[in-house]
Protein backbone atom coordinates (compact mmCIF):
# COMPACT_ATOMS: atom_id res chain seq x y z
CA UNK A 1 0.00 0.00 0.00
CA UNK A 2 2.87 2.64 0.94
CA UNK A 3 4.89 1.20 -2.04
CA UNK A 4 2.14 2.51 -4.37
CA UNK A 5 1.40 5.15 -2.70
CA UNK A 6 4.48 6.23 -3.41
CA UNK A 7 4.79 5.29 -6.94
CA UNK A 8 1.70 7.57 -7.21
CA UNK A 9 3.30 10.30 -5.50
CA UNK A 10 5.91 9.97 -7.89
CA UNK A 11 3.75 11.01 -10.74
CA UNK A 12 2.43 14.20 -9.29
CA UNK A 13 5.66 15.24 -7.10
CA UNK A 14 6.29 18.23 -9.91
CA UNK A 15 2.46 19.38 -9.08
CA UNK A 16 1.86 18.65 -5.61
CA UNK A 17 5.76 20.25 -5.38
CA UNK A 18 4.67 24.45 -4.44
CA UNK A 19 2.51 22.83 -1.88
CA UNK A 20 4.30 20.50 -0.48
CA UNK A 21 7.61 23.04 -0.26
CA UNK A 22 5.42 25.64 1.46
CA UNK A 23 3.44 23.72 4.01
CA UNK A 24 5.25 22.60 7.08
CA UNK A 25 4.76 19.12 6.80
CA UNK A 26 2.64 16.44 4.99
CA UNK A 27 -0.57 16.27 6.98
CA UNK A 28 -0.96 20.17 7.17
CA UNK A 29 0.22 19.79 3.26
CA UNK A 30 -2.99 17.68 2.71
CA UNK A 31 -5.18 19.73 4.85
CA UNK A 32 -4.07 22.94 2.55
CA UNK A 33 -4.98 20.69 -0.13
CA UNK A 34 -8.64 19.16 0.94
CA UNK A 35 -9.31 22.80 1.53
CA UNK A 36 -8.64 24.23 -1.94
CA UNK A 37 -10.85 21.45 -3.33
CA UNK A 38 -7.50 19.41 -5.55
CA UNK A 39 -8.17 16.61 -7.31
CA UNK A 40 -8.41 13.15 -5.53
CA UNK A 41 -5.74 11.46 -7.23
CA UNK A 42 -3.04 14.50 -6.19
CA UNK A 43 -5.06 14.21 -1.81
CA UNK A 44 -4.60 10.47 -2.14
CA UNK A 45 -0.93 10.84 -3.55
CA UNK A 46 -0.58 13.27 -0.04
CA UNK A 47 -2.25 10.64 1.69
CA UNK A 48 0.68 7.95 0.85
CA UNK A 49 3.33 10.50 1.36
CA UNK A 50 2.26 11.42 4.86
CA UNK A 51 2.10 7.34 5.29
CA UNK A 52 5.91 7.16 4.30
CA UNK A 53 6.79 9.53 6.01
CA UNK A 54 5.52 8.45 9.33
CA UNK A 55 6.78 5.45 8.24
CA UNK A 56 10.24 6.55 7.68
CA UNK A 57 11.04 9.28 10.09
CA UNK A 58 11.02 10.61 13.24
CA UNK A 59 11.08 13.98 12.66
CA UNK A 60 8.91 16.04 10.70
CA UNK A 61 10.09 17.78 7.54
CA UNK A 62 9.41 21.06 7.91
CA UNK A 63 9.71 24.03 5.46
CA UNK A 64 12.78 26.12 5.24
CA UNK A 65 12.81 27.91 8.81
CA UNK A 66 14.30 31.36 9.45
CA UNK A 67 18.11 30.88 10.04
CA UNK A 68 19.34 34.19 11.04
CA UNK A 69 19.12 33.49 14.44
CA UNK A 70 22.03 31.12 14.01
CA UNK A 71 24.41 32.93 11.83
CA UNK A 72 23.92 36.37 12.67
CA UNK A 73 25.08 39.68 10.68
CA UNK A 74 28.76 39.94 10.76
CA UNK A 75 30.12 43.65 11.19
CA UNK A 76 31.44 45.07 7.93
CA UNK A 77 34.81 44.03 6.40
CA UNK A 78 34.77 40.67 8.24
CA UNK A 79 37.41 38.65 6.24
CA UNK A 80 37.10 35.47 4.81
CA UNK A 81 38.84 32.95 6.97
CA UNK A 82 36.73 34.36 9.84
CA UNK A 83 33.43 34.29 8.24
CA UNK A 84 34.17 30.68 7.65
CA UNK A 85 35.14 29.88 11.04
CA UNK A 86 32.35 31.43 12.80
CA UNK A 87 30.12 29.99 9.82
CA UNK A 88 31.33 26.42 10.49
CA UNK A 89 31.08 26.68 14.20
CA UNK A 90 27.73 27.95 14.50
CA UNK A 91 26.56 24.62 12.72
CA UNK A 92 28.45 22.28 14.89
CA UNK A 93 26.58 23.93 17.52
CA UNK A 94 23.13 23.71 16.16
CA UNK A 95 23.27 20.45 13.82
CA UNK A 96 22.19 18.02 17.28
CA UNK A 97 19.13 20.35 18.18
CA UNK A 98 17.72 20.85 14.54
CA UNK A 99 14.87 18.80 12.41
CA UNK A 100 16.19 17.95 8.85
CA UNK A 101 14.62 20.89 7.18
CA UNK A 102 15.95 23.24 9.29
CA UNK A 103 19.41 21.57 9.46
CA UNK A 104 19.38 21.43 5.52
CA UNK A 105 18.40 25.49 5.52
CA UNK A 106 21.10 26.27 7.95
CA UNK A 107 23.91 23.62 6.62
CA UNK A 108 23.22 25.38 3.10
CA UNK A 109 23.32 28.72 4.35
CA UNK A 110 26.74 28.53 6.85
CA UNK A 111 28.17 26.62 3.88
CA UNK A 112 27.22 29.90 1.13
CA UNK A 113 28.95 31.97 3.69
CA UNK A 114 32.07 29.92 4.17
CA UNK A 115 32.39 30.02 0.81
CA UNK A 116 32.46 26.16 0.37
CA UNK A 117 32.32 24.96 -2.86
CA UNK A 118 30.58 21.31 -1.80
CA UNK A 119 28.54 20.04 1.14
CA UNK A 120 28.89 15.97 1.55
CA UNK A 121 26.79 13.78 3.37
CA UNK A 122 28.65 10.51 3.97
CA UNK A 123 26.15 7.51 5.43
CA UNK A 124 28.23 5.20 7.16
CA UNK A 125 27.97 3.06 10.28
CA UNK A 126 26.83 5.17 13.49
CA UNK A 127 24.79 8.03 11.35
CA UNK A 128 25.97 10.54 8.60
CA UNK A 129 29.17 12.47 8.56
CA UNK A 130 28.61 15.83 7.61
CA UNK A 131 31.75 17.89 5.51
CA UNK A 132 32.65 20.89 3.74
CA UNK A 133 35.00 21.70 1.03
CA UNK A 134 36.27 24.90 2.01
CA UNK A 135 39.17 25.96 -0.29
CA UNK A 136 39.94 22.48 -1.62
CA UNK A 137 39.90 21.16 1.96
CA UNK A 138 37.46 18.89 3.99
CA UNK A 139 36.22 20.09 6.51
CA UNK A 140 34.47 17.61 9.08
CA UNK A 141 31.82 19.22 10.77
CA UNK A 142 30.50 16.39 12.61
CA UNK A 143 28.52 12.91 12.81
CA UNK A 144 24.49 13.26 11.89
CA UNK A 145 22.29 11.06 14.19
CA UNK A 146 21.25 7.58 11.99
CA UNK A 147 17.24 8.71 12.28
CA UNK A 148 18.24 12.28 10.55
CA UNK A 149 19.59 10.27 7.60
CA UNK A 150 16.18 9.41 6.01
CA UNK A 151 14.28 12.95 6.74
CA UNK A 152 17.36 14.68 5.59
CA UNK A 153 17.69 12.63 2.17
CA UNK A 154 13.57 12.78 1.36
CA UNK A 155 13.90 16.57 2.19
CA UNK A 156 16.98 17.11 -0.37
CA UNK A 157 15.15 15.23 -2.52
CA UNK A 158 11.88 16.79 -2.45
CA UNK A 159 13.98 20.13 -3.14
CA UNK A 160 15.30 18.64 -6.11
CA UNK A 161 12.21 17.16 -7.47
CA UNK A 162 13.62 14.07 -7.39
CA UNK A 163 11.91 10.25 -6.83
CA UNK A 164 11.87 9.57 -2.92
CA UNK A 165 11.38 5.86 -3.00
CA UNK A 166 14.49 5.68 -5.63
CA UNK A 167 17.31 4.24 -3.60
CA UNK A 168 19.21 2.44 -5.89
CA UNK A 169 20.42 4.19 -8.82
CA UNK A 170 22.24 7.77 -9.03
CA UNK A 171 19.98 10.76 -9.37
CA UNK A 172 20.83 13.99 -9.66
CA UNK A 173 19.25 17.64 -10.18
CA UNK A 174 19.44 21.36 -8.57
CA UNK A 175 17.41 24.05 -6.80
CA UNK A 176 17.89 27.21 -6.06
CA UNK A 177 17.83 28.62 -2.72
CA UNK A 178 17.75 32.37 -0.85
CA UNK A 179 19.54 33.13 2.26
CA UNK A 180 20.50 36.78 3.51
CA UNK A 181 24.33 36.62 2.01
CA UNK A 182 22.72 36.34 -1.03
CA UNK A 183 21.31 33.34 -3.17
CA UNK A 184 22.79 30.11 -4.54
CA UNK A 185 22.08 27.36 -7.04
CA UNK A 186 22.73 23.95 -5.54
CA UNK A 187 23.67 21.30 -7.81
CA UNK A 188 22.55 17.90 -5.91
CA UNK A 189 24.02 14.38 -6.58
CA UNK A 190 22.64 11.31 -4.83
CA UNK A 191 24.80 7.99 -4.55
CA UNK A 192 23.75 4.87 -3.83
CA UNK A 193 26.24 3.34 -0.86
CA UNK A 194 26.39 0.41 1.23
CA UNK A 195 24.96 2.57 4.07
CA UNK A 196 22.26 4.48 2.08
CA UNK A 197 22.49 7.30 -0.16
CA UNK A 198 25.50 9.14 -0.52
CA UNK A 199 24.28 13.46 -0.98
CA UNK A 200 27.21 15.86 -2.44
CA UNK A 201 25.74 19.42 -2.58
CA UNK A 202 27.63 21.86 -5.15
CA UNK A 203 27.41 25.33 -3.92
CA UNK A 204 26.95 27.55 -6.85
CA UNK A 205 27.93 31.16 -6.38
CA UNK A 206 24.85 33.45 -7.86
CA UNK A 207 24.68 36.44 -6.25
CA UNK A 208 28.43 37.12 -5.67
CA UNK A 209 29.94 39.85 -7.54
CA UNK A 210 32.02 39.42 -10.75
CA UNK A 211 35.36 38.74 -10.44
CA UNK A 212 37.89 41.13 -11.71
CA UNK A 213 40.51 40.31 -14.35
CA UNK A 214 43.09 41.96 -12.10
CA UNK A 215 42.18 39.63 -9.10
CA UNK A 216 42.20 36.29 -10.09
CA UNK A 217 45.68 35.41 -9.69
CA UNK A 218 47.44 36.54 -13.30
CA UNK A 219 51.03 37.47 -12.91
CA UNK A 220 51.65 41.14 -14.44
CA UNK A 221 53.66 40.26 -17.45
CA UNK A 222 50.63 37.54 -17.85
CA UNK A 223 47.81 40.26 -17.16
CA UNK A 224 48.95 42.14 -19.52
CA UNK A 225 48.73 39.46 -22.68
CA UNK A 226 45.16 37.95 -21.38
CA UNK A 227 44.30 41.26 -21.88
CA UNK A 228 45.33 41.68 -25.70
CA UNK A 229 43.42 38.16 -26.18
CA UNK A 230 40.65 39.47 -24.80
CA UNK A 231 40.95 42.22 -27.39
CA UNK A 232 40.68 39.94 -30.26
CA UNK A 233 37.19 40.08 -31.92
CA UNK A 234 37.33 36.78 -33.14
CA UNK A 235 38.46 33.15 -32.26
CA UNK A 236 38.53 30.35 -29.45
CA UNK A 237 40.61 30.83 -26.12
CA UNK A 238 40.34 27.51 -24.23
CA UNK A 239 40.22 27.11 -20.62
CA UNK A 240 41.61 23.57 -19.17
CA UNK A 241 42.20 21.84 -15.43
CA UNK A 242 40.13 19.41 -12.63
CA UNK A 243 36.99 20.49 -11.86
CA UNK A 244 37.43 23.39 -8.74
CA UNK A 245 40.18 24.72 -10.20
CA UNK A 246 38.73 27.62 -10.87
CA UNK A 247 38.19 27.53 -14.63
CA UNK A 248 35.07 29.09 -14.34
CA UNK A 249 35.73 32.38 -12.86
CA UNK A 250 38.49 32.84 -14.95
CA UNK A 251 36.20 32.65 -17.81
CA UNK A 252 33.78 35.21 -15.91
CA UNK A 253 36.70 37.71 -15.00
CA UNK A 254 37.51 37.19 -18.79
CA UNK A 255 33.35 38.41 -20.18
CA UNK A 256 33.72 41.21 -17.53
CA UNK A 257 36.97 42.62 -18.92
CA UNK A 258 35.44 42.42 -22.17
CA UNK A 259 32.34 44.22 -21.35
CA UNK A 260 33.96 47.05 -19.14
CA UNK A 261 36.52 47.49 -22.25
CA UNK A 262 35.88 46.60 -25.52
CA UNK A 263 34.70 49.26 -27.61
CA UNK A 264 31.42 49.98 -29.16
CA UNK A 265 29.89 47.61 -26.17
CA UNK A 266 29.61 43.83 -26.81
CA UNK A 267 27.16 41.29 -27.20
CA UNK A 268 27.82 38.74 -24.57
CA UNK A 269 25.99 35.10 -24.26
CA UNK A 270 26.37 32.24 -22.13
CA UNK A 271 25.26 28.51 -22.49
CA UNK A 272 26.08 27.11 -19.03
CA UNK A 273 25.75 24.31 -16.82
CA UNK A 274 24.66 25.16 -14.44
CA UNK A 275 24.61 29.13 -14.11
CA UNK A 276 27.44 29.40 -11.55
CA UNK A 277 26.96 33.68 -11.56
CA UNK A 278 24.15 35.79 -12.27
CA UNK A 279 24.99 38.68 -14.81
CA UNK A 280 22.72 40.56 -15.73
CA UNK A 281 24.64 42.50 -18.27
CA UNK A 282 24.98 38.85 -20.03
CA UNK A 283 22.26 36.71 -21.90
CA UNK A 284 22.54 33.41 -19.62
CA UNK A 285 21.02 30.11 -20.66
CA UNK A 286 21.02 27.35 -18.92
CA UNK A 287 21.57 23.72 -20.49
CA UNK A 288 18.57 21.72 -19.63
CA UNK A 289 18.91 18.16 -21.17
CA UNK A 290 15.11 16.99 -20.18
CA UNK A 291 14.01 19.84 -22.24
CA UNK A 292 16.30 18.57 -25.29
CA UNK A 293 18.72 21.65 -24.56
CA UNK A 294 21.84 20.70 -25.01
CA UNK A 295 25.66 22.65 -25.25
CA UNK A 296 25.26 21.99 -29.12
CA UNK A 297 21.58 22.98 -29.06
CA UNK A 298 21.72 25.93 -26.52
CA UNK A 299 25.12 27.15 -28.96
CA UNK A 300 23.30 26.97 -32.29
CA UNK A 301 20.21 29.00 -30.78
CA UNK A 302 22.72 31.79 -29.58
CA UNK A 303 24.01 32.30 -32.68
CA UNK A 304 21.19 33.49 -34.49
CA UNK A 305 21.04 36.20 -31.45
CA UNK A 306 23.92 38.10 -33.01
CA UNK A 307 26.21 37.60 -30.19
CA UNK A 308 30.10 39.01 -30.73
CA UNK A 309 31.68 37.10 -26.80
CA UNK A 310 29.97 34.00 -26.35
CA UNK A 311 31.01 31.69 -22.84
CA UNK A 312 30.43 27.70 -23.97
CA UNK A 313 30.83 25.77 -20.77
CA UNK A 314 31.81 22.83 -22.08
CA UNK A 315 33.26 21.21 -25.05
CA UNK A 316 33.19 17.34 -24.67
CA UNK A 317 31.41 16.31 -28.32
CA UNK A 318 32.29 16.41 -31.53
CA UNK A 319 28.86 18.69 -32.06
CA UNK A 320 29.77 21.29 -30.16
CA UNK A 321 33.78 21.60 -30.90
CA UNK A 322 32.74 21.77 -34.72
CA UNK A 323 29.89 24.55 -34.02
CA UNK A 324 32.86 26.15 -31.66
CA UNK A 325 35.15 26.41 -34.94
CA UNK A 326 32.39 27.81 -37.31
CA UNK A 327 31.52 30.58 -34.93
CA UNK A 328 35.21 31.46 -33.95
CA UNK A 329 35.84 31.58 -37.97
CA UNK A 330 33.03 34.09 -38.32
CA UNK A 331 33.42 36.51 -36.57
CA UNK A 332 32.78 35.92 -32.32
CA UNK A 333 35.17 35.29 -29.87
CA UNK A 334 34.57 32.27 -28.09
CA UNK A 335 35.71 31.53 -24.47
CA UNK A 336 35.23 27.97 -23.39
CA UNK A 337 36.65 24.70 -21.59
CA UNK A 338 38.00 21.85 -22.40
CA UNK A 339 38.78 18.35 -20.23
CA UNK A 340 42.65 17.79 -20.86
CA UNK A 341 45.64 17.37 -18.65
CA UNK A 342 47.29 20.22 -19.91
CA UNK A 343 47.54 23.47 -21.99
CA UNK A 344 48.88 21.54 -24.95
CA UNK A 345 46.54 18.36 -24.62
CA UNK A 346 43.34 20.96 -25.45
CA UNK A 347 44.64 20.41 -29.16
CA UNK A 348 44.84 16.62 -28.70
CA UNK A 349 41.32 16.25 -27.45
CA UNK A 350 39.97 18.03 -29.89
CA UNK A 351 41.50 16.34 -32.57
CA UNK A 352 40.36 13.19 -31.43
CA UNK A 353 36.96 14.56 -31.68
CA UNK A 354 37.04 15.38 -35.14
CA UNK A 355 38.54 18.41 -35.77
CA UNK A 356 40.73 19.30 -38.52
CA UNK A 357 44.29 20.36 -37.33
CA UNK A 358 44.10 23.16 -39.85
CA UNK A 359 41.05 24.57 -39.01
CA UNK A 360 42.35 24.51 -34.93
CA UNK A 361 45.45 25.96 -36.00
CA UNK A 362 43.71 28.94 -37.77
CA UNK A 363 40.72 29.86 -35.25
CA UNK A 364 42.71 28.83 -31.81
CA UNK A 365 44.39 32.15 -29.72
CA UNK A 366 45.07 30.36 -26.72
CA UNK A 367 45.01 27.63 -24.11
CA UNK A 368 44.89 28.58 -20.41
CA UNK A 369 46.08 25.24 -18.09
CA UNK A 370 45.36 26.10 -14.27
CA UNK A 371 45.29 25.21 -10.75
CA UNK A 372 44.70 26.89 -7.29
CA UNK A 373 46.78 27.29 -4.70
CA UNK A 374 45.94 28.46 -0.98
CA UNK A 375 46.94 32.03 -0.52
CA UNK A 376 49.02 33.15 2.06
CA UNK A 377 47.65 35.79 4.93
CA UNK A 378 49.51 39.34 2.84
CA UNK A 379 49.45 40.58 7.03
CA UNK A 380 51.23 38.03 8.41
CA UNK A 381 53.28 35.72 6.06
CA UNK A 382 56.91 35.19 7.14
CA UNK A 383 60.40 34.45 5.18
CA UNK A 384 61.48 30.75 4.65
CA UNK A 385 63.65 29.13 3.34
CA UNK A 386 63.42 25.74 0.77
CA UNK A 387 63.93 22.61 2.72
CA UNK A 388 66.79 20.66 0.90
CA UNK A 389 64.38 18.18 -0.89
CA UNK A 390 62.74 21.31 -2.16
CA UNK A 391 66.11 22.94 -3.37
CA UNK A 392 66.34 19.59 -5.34
CA UNK A 393 63.29 19.86 -7.13
CA UNK A 394 63.98 23.62 -8.02
CA UNK A 395 67.23 22.87 -9.35
CA UNK A 396 66.22 19.85 -11.33
CA UNK A 397 63.78 22.22 -12.87
CA UNK A 398 66.52 24.48 -13.39
CA UNK A 399 64.70 26.95 -11.32
CA UNK A 400 66.39 29.50 -8.65
CA UNK A 401 65.88 31.19 -5.50
CA UNK A 402 65.98 30.85 -1.80
CA UNK A 403 63.23 33.28 -0.22
CA UNK A 404 60.36 32.43 -0.01
CA UNK A 405 57.21 32.22 2.65
CA UNK A 406 55.69 30.77 5.15
CA UNK A 407 52.29 31.39 6.99
CA UNK A 408 52.16 32.40 10.74
CA UNK A 409 48.43 33.70 11.53
CA UNK A 410 47.39 36.87 12.61
CA UNK A 411 43.84 37.86 13.89
CA UNK A 412 43.09 39.25 10.45
CA UNK A 413 43.33 35.34 9.00
CA UNK A 414 41.07 34.00 12.28
CA UNK A 415 45.35 32.62 13.09
CA UNK A 416 45.28 30.55 9.92
CA UNK A 417 48.14 32.29 7.89
CA UNK A 418 45.90 31.80 4.86
CA UNK A 419 43.64 33.61 2.94
CA UNK A 420 41.43 31.93 0.45
CA UNK A 421 43.08 30.45 -2.84
CA UNK A 422 44.24 32.26 -6.42
CA UNK A 423 45.06 30.70 -9.58
CA UNK A 424 48.25 29.74 -11.29
CA UNK A 425 48.18 29.58 -14.70
CA UNK A 426 49.89 27.66 -18.20
CA UNK A 427 49.16 30.02 -20.77
CA UNK A 428 50.00 28.71 -24.35
CA UNK A 429 49.12 31.23 -26.86
CA UNK A 430 49.45 30.41 -30.42
CA UNK A 431 52.18 31.95 -31.67
CA UNK A 432 53.15 31.64 -35.65
CA UNK A 433 55.00 28.74 -34.85
CA UNK A 434 52.85 27.29 -32.75
CA UNK A 435 50.14 27.53 -35.08
CA UNK A 436 52.58 25.64 -38.10
CA UNK A 437 53.27 23.14 -35.90
CA UNK A 438 49.36 22.79 -34.98
CA UNK A 439 48.96 21.91 -38.89
CA UNK A 440 51.68 19.65 -39.04
CA UNK A 441 50.03 17.78 -36.17
CA UNK A 442 53.00 17.93 -33.46
CA UNK A 443 52.20 15.60 -30.46
CA UNK A 444 51.46 17.32 -27.33
CA UNK A 445 54.87 16.98 -25.52
CA UNK A 446 56.47 18.23 -28.76
CA UNK A 447 54.01 21.23 -28.78
CA UNK A 448 54.40 22.40 -25.21
CA UNK A 449 58.22 22.15 -25.93
CA UNK A 450 57.51 24.39 -29.38
CA UNK A 451 55.51 26.60 -26.68
CA UNK A 452 58.08 26.92 -24.05
CA UNK A 453 60.55 27.83 -26.57
CA UNK A 454 58.20 30.63 -27.53
CA UNK A 455 57.38 32.07 -24.29
CA UNK A 456 55.03 29.76 -22.44
CA UNK A 457 55.59 29.83 -18.69
CA UNK A 458 55.02 26.43 -17.64
CA UNK A 459 52.43 25.22 -14.78
CA UNK A 460 55.47 24.24 -12.14
CA UNK A 461 57.19 27.50 -13.00
CA UNK A 462 54.65 29.77 -12.89
CA UNK A 463 53.66 28.11 -9.30
CA UNK A 464 57.01 28.67 -8.11
CA UNK A 465 57.27 32.23 -9.36
CA UNK A 466 53.53 32.68 -6.94
CA UNK A 467 55.69 31.34 -4.37
CA UNK A 468 58.34 33.86 -4.79
CA UNK A 469 55.69 36.41 -4.87
CA UNK A 470 54.74 35.68 -1.74
CA UNK A 471 51.53 34.31 -2.59
CA UNK A 472 51.72 31.13 -1.41
CA UNK A 473 54.15 28.50 0.07
CA UNK A 474 56.70 26.49 -1.89
CA UNK A 475 55.10 23.29 -0.58
CA UNK A 476 52.13 24.63 -1.70
CA UNK A 477 53.32 25.34 -5.27
CA UNK A 478 54.91 22.26 -5.92
CA UNK A 479 51.84 20.21 -4.36
CA UNK A 480 50.08 21.42 -6.42
CA UNK A 481 51.67 22.16 -9.81
CA UNK A 482 54.46 19.26 -9.33
ZN1 LIG B 1 47.27 36.71 8.85
Not at 179 to 200: M, N, Q
Not at 204 to 215: D, F, H, N
Request: charged share 20%; aromatic share 4%.
Amino acid sequence: MIAAACALLALVVPDIYPFYAAAPDASSAARMLAGSLIHPVVLLALAGAGACELASRRRPVTAPVEVDEFLPALPPGTIRARKAALAIEALKLRMHKLDASALVALTVQAAIRAEASDIHLHPRHGGMQLSLRVDGDMIDVGLLPPDLQGPITNRLKVLTRLVLYVTDRPQDGHFPIATPDGSAEIRASFLPTEHGEKIVLRVGRTGMKLPSIEEVGLTPALLERVKAMLDKPQGLIFFTGPIGSGKTTSIYAALGHIRATRRGGAQIATIEDPIELVVPAFAQTKVNRQAGLDFAQGFRALLRQDPNVIAVGEIRDSETANIAMQSGLTGHLILTTVHADSAAGVFNRLLEMGIEPFVLASVSLACVSQRLVKQLCAHCRVPAKPTPEQAVRLAAAKLTGSSFFAPRGCPRCDSTGWNGRTAVYEILEISPAVREALQKNLDTSQLMKLAIAEGTVPLFEAAVEHARLGRTTLAEAMRVAG
